[in-house]
């Protein structure tokens, strides 16, 4: 079971994250309207940093929370 603090705390990154996706989401809707990759020939590394590192954020958390330690 989770603790009051780790629920928050869970919480708060799942809004991170969710405003990360409606940024970046924002961005590549605009740069494909503007003429896709010329427009914006970052934006490709952009999400793959982004996505690589949610996923990482969340794989830290599920083997923290699984091996019973107390978060720091």
């Given at each position: 079971?989770?603790?009051?603090?780790?629920k928050i705390l869970?919480?708060?990154?799942?809004a991170i994250f969710t405003a990360q996706v409606?940024?970046?989401g924002?961005?590549?809707i605009y740069c494909m309207e503007?003429?896709?990759?010329?427009a914006c020939p970052e934006i490709g590394k952009r999400v793959?940093?982004?996505f690589a590192g949610m996923t990482a954020?969340?794989?830290a958390l599920i083997t923290?929370?699984?091996?019973?330690?107390?978060?720091?």
């Open positions: 079971m989770l603790s009051a603090k780790e869970l919480g708060f990154l799942g409606c940024f970046l924002t961005g590549v503007n003429g896709g990759l010329k793959e940093m982004t954020t969340v794989l923290n929370i699984g091996t019973g330690r107390p978060l720091k």
